[in-house]
């Protein structure tokens, strides 16, 4: 069984980017540090990163605009070069050199153009289910254009496991529910504003650059970037495994959270 | 007040349960099981002919604009109508009203620069520039365009427009979504040092900040009646006399849908069908493309979840017919004192200088939109020209050859 999260993540602001950002950083756990890249919806302290901190010191910076960081700074950011460069910033301030990398959908896409960007800098990668690639026949499904009331069903085959249920549940109180749903669609809006309408930037030129020893994790019923995916990312990456997880959708670390925290683990402490 | 007519282009013969088979009016219907070429063509003329009817019978300008992809109104580039507009209506004193060319999606933006110059050089100086931010249907999903940078490009066109307008020297354009180097458009337009500009706007507080700093014309383009629009409107005008402006009536533009018969009864026999229609079938727009995230800016988006989240609207339109949405003052019905009636009761309560009606709604057939346009011209018209003449304002986002008499032009 899953344990519950023991403790939150402490805060933490860098003025990167000339100044123009104070990047938030979100930090939790004991042991050497990894660097962990959230999804497009925002960071959420789910019990993935909690089974994480109890091995590693997790760093998890948030895209700029979204979190805590200032809504407005994502006016600050144009293009995904500069978010991948503000990135390296944020690492840059934190003095992480030679760590391991882990980002999931929009994360995972993000990750792994800073471990292509970047080849010497992260010992090992592992994204789950990342966006990034594109195929006619099997188009990634545009999470944006989903009514909020049908997002968890495209998100999770498996509404029922704990880990889920925790990140499903909302604020009680009035005022931390309205913010808590604003910065849920205003983070889709600034992650949105670098994959939109197509999350194909071209990441599989550059895909070939990653030297980190390299593990993709998918769900087999994974709604939003269909399973065939994993196969088109291990063909751009040397030597990179595939982990598919039975009976999880676009969330395979929360669905089957038993089963992909320890892979996940036994992979970067191997 | 100046009065002119709106015209959507609808397609005007949409299943009957249109509303229960298909998922949306805009982005997705399937052209190819909805629509008829041979049919569009004709619709097209059609609203044609009945924008320079309406401008052969009085009214002041006719009203053209840009959408994509839908059922509800599909004129892409609404510059093509408004150069056969600006062509049949030479020798009228009436405005070719763009509200227009969506700037954020036009590349680049000195098109918009040059199609309008070349309409207000065909129409002897009668454009008014709309300026639209554009719809999330239209610009993010039909053309693509990232929610998040809409206003920024929004911004940055209309920059560029107006000193592609103005400027007496060639320039080179560094901007953040568009670079030119070498901006020298002709034709530039006739009225100087630009043609009056109108913002469309949907009742955000950037949008008014932008309307009054620039001192343009605001519109506020709404399907849901003057009662619902007060709160709005209210609002912009609390913003301009904030900034210190005049309370000139002709600062703010308003749509209203309007049907004229002879009698109450006799509207509503001949009418009921087509506004159904137009609020069931051409306002069956699926949320999620009305509000993807980003679209609104986070003051505006804390705002909407604070006040019970997405989807906008708290009625709903097809539990309604056709006395609701006389009743909710959606559509301004009846006989010409009816109409007359309402129609100054609104124009005074919201202070409304530029108004624009929709006197072709829905399904509406073509003898019947004539006949709408002819009532309202004939028995409307003439009395609420002249609602603000007792306060002495001057309409400066009118065009000036037509705001006293002129030699006509041709």
């Known amino acids: 069984m899953a344990e519950s999260v023991a403790t939150g993540p402490k805060g933490m602001f860098l003025e990167v980017w000339q100044g123009r950002l104070k990047a938030s950083v979100k930090v939790a756990g004991e042991g050497p540090p990894l660097v962990y890249v959230h999804a497009a919806a925002g960071l959420r302290w789910d019990d993935f990163l909690g089974g994480l901190a109890r091995h590693f010191t997790v760093y998890a910076p948030e895209l700029p605009g979204t979190g805590d960081s200032d809504p407005h700074d994502i006016y600050q950011v144009e293009s995904l070069w500069d978010v991948v460069l503000i990135m390296g910033d944020v690492l840059d301030a934190l003095g992480l050199s030679g760590v391991p990398l882990v980002g999931h959908s929009f994360g995972g896409m993000l990750a792994a153009e800073m471990a292509a960007h970047w080849p010497e800098r992260f010992s090992k990668l592992v994204l789950i289910s990342p966006i990034g690639l594109w195929r006619e026949d099997r188009p990634v499904t545009n999470w944006m254009a989903v009514p909020l009331q049908d997002m968890p069903r495209l998100m999770f085959r498996d509404l029922s496991s704990p880990a889920v249920q925790r990140l499903l549940a909302m604020p009680q109180d009035q005022e931390q529910l309205v913010m808590a749903q604003a910065k849920f669609v205003w983070a889709l809006g600034c992650s949105g504003k670098f994959v939109w309408p197509i999350p194909d930037k071209g990441l599989k030129k550059r895909l070939h650059r990653v030297r980190a020893p390299t593990l993709l994790v998918w769900g087999r019923d994974d709604a939003v970037v269909p399973v065939e995916y994993a196969q088109d990312f291990a063909s751009y990456i040397r030597g990179a495994k595939v982990e598919v997880v039975d009976g999880a959708g676009h969330v395979p670390q929360l669905e089957k959270l038993d089963q992909v925290l320890p892979r996940v683990l036994q992979f970067l402490q191997g | ?410």
Not at chain 2, 164 to 169: H, L, N, R, V
Not at chain 2, 251 to 267: H, K, N, P, Y
Not at chain 2, 294 to 301: K, Q, T, V
């Open chain 2, 1 to 410: 007040m100046q009065v002119s007519m709106f015209h959507l282009m609808p397609y005007r013969d949409l299943p009957k349960d249109f509303e229960q088979r298909y998922h949306s009016v805009w982005v997705d219907p399937p052209w190819w099981e909805l629509a008829d070429a041979d049919k569009v063509g004709q619709y097209y003329n059609w609203t044609l002919d009945e924008l320079v009817y309406a401008a052969r019978s009085g009214l002041d300008g006719i009203c053209t604009n840009e959408h994509h992809q839908n059922a509800y109104g599909f004129m892409p580039n609404p510059n093509l109508m408004g150069s056969a507009l600006a062509k049949a209506t030479n020798g009228l004193d009436v405005a070719v009203v763009q509200m227009g060319s969506t700037l954020p999606t036009t590349n680049p933006p000195i098109r918009v620069a040059e199609e309008y110059a070349m309409l207000d050089c065909i129409s002897g100086g009668r454009l008014v520039a709309g300026m639209p931010l554009g719809s999330p249907m239209d610009v993010n999903y039909c053309y693509g365009v990232p929610p998040m940078e809409q206003r920024e490009r929004y911004r940055e066109a209309h920059d560029l427009i107006v000193k592609a307008w103005t400027a007496k020297e060639m320039f080179a354009w560094n901007g953040k979504y568009w670079q030119l180097p070498m901006v020298n458009p002709w034709p530039r337009p006739i009225q100087q040092p630009h043609p009056p500009i109108w913002v469309p706007g949907s009742g955000s507080i950037t949008t008014w900040d932008f309307a009054a700093d620039h001192d343009y014309c605001y519109c506020f383009l709404s399907y849901f009646g003057w009662q619902m629009a007060q709160g709005v409107v209210d609002g912009y005008w609390a913003r301009v006399q904030e900034k210190g402006k005049d309370m000139n009536p002709y600062r703010l533009g308003f749509l209203q849908l309007v049907v004229v018969s002879e009698t109450d009864a006799r509207a509503e026999e001949e009418y009921a069908e087509h506004v159904e229609y137009f609020y069931h079938k051409c306002l069956h727009i699926a949320p999620e493309f009305a509000f993807p995230p980003g679209h609104h800016d986070w003051e505006s988006l804390v705002h909407m979840v604070r006040r019970g989240g997405f989807g906008g609207l708290s009625m709903n339109l097809r539990e309604m017919g056709y006395r609701d949405f006389v009743n909710q003052g959606c559509v301004i019905a009846g006989s010409p004192e009816t109409v007359r009636d309402q129609l100054r009761e609104m124009a005074k309560r919201l202070r409304v200088g530029n108004l624009m009606v929709l006197l072709h709604i829905g399904s509406m057939p073509h003898e019947l939109t004539l006949k709408n346009i002819d009532l309202f011209a004939r028995e409307v018209l003439p009395h609420i020209r002249d609602i603000w003449d007792d306060e002495g304002w001057e309409n400066h986002w009118w065009p000036q050859r037509l705001r006293k008499p002129q030699p006509a032009t041709r």
